[in-house]
């Protein structure tokens, strides 16, 4: 897989990787080589230039079109609806996602991100940690077959970090992928593998 921009300029070429559930694949890099946009490709909301990514679930190809019902995306500069209280968003995106809202697993969720306290507030209101704690809830609240986390510790203080650490080994342990975009020491100790770009 290669992307290009116009103008002749190249973000990546020839990457060929493979990535097993119960896995971490790290993606580290300097500001600017194309950790962000390697993950869009991934998730199948950018193109790439040259190549592909496939997925495959129980010995059965999943389709482009269909990829978006087995993962979850987490990134700071995804937005909210802060009209809403994080309790709102998340029946929202459940009903969105087509997917069952699980009260007992959302509220453990909020106590273990530590904004049990805030259910009741408005996003808006909301610190930028508090709205990437609610991004990281929002992104396992389906419990996906891969998780996306694009530089979890984004405006984390050191109990969020752990959050979201816990997060990423929770998904890995139940046979889940991880694929996270980090060049965080704590986070890239995670990973069994990690693609330098």
Known sequence: MSKSFYGGRSLFRDLSFSISGGSILGISGANGSGKSTLMGIMAGFLSPSAGGVEFW??????????LNN?????????GLYEEFNIEE??????????FHFDEKYFNKLLKDSAISSSR?????????????RAKLILSVLSMPKILFMDEPSTNLDE??????IKLAQDQS????????????EGEIQLCDEIINI
Not at 70 to 78: I, N, Q, R, T, V
Not at 159 to 164: D, V
């Open 57 to 66: 679930v129980n010995e059965k190809k999943i389709s482009k079109d269909k």
């Open 70 to 78: 087995y993962y979850g995306f987490s990134a700071p500069y995804l």
């Open 89 to 98: 968003h998340a029946k929202i995106y459940s009903s969105l996602g087509d």
């Open 120 to 132: 009741k507030k408005l996003l808006r209101h909301y610190s930028s940690g508090m709205k990437q």
């Open 159 to 164: 109990a969020g970090k752990l959050f979201a």
């Open 173 to 184: 342990q139940r046979g889940g992928i991880v694929v996270m975009a980090s060049n965080d």
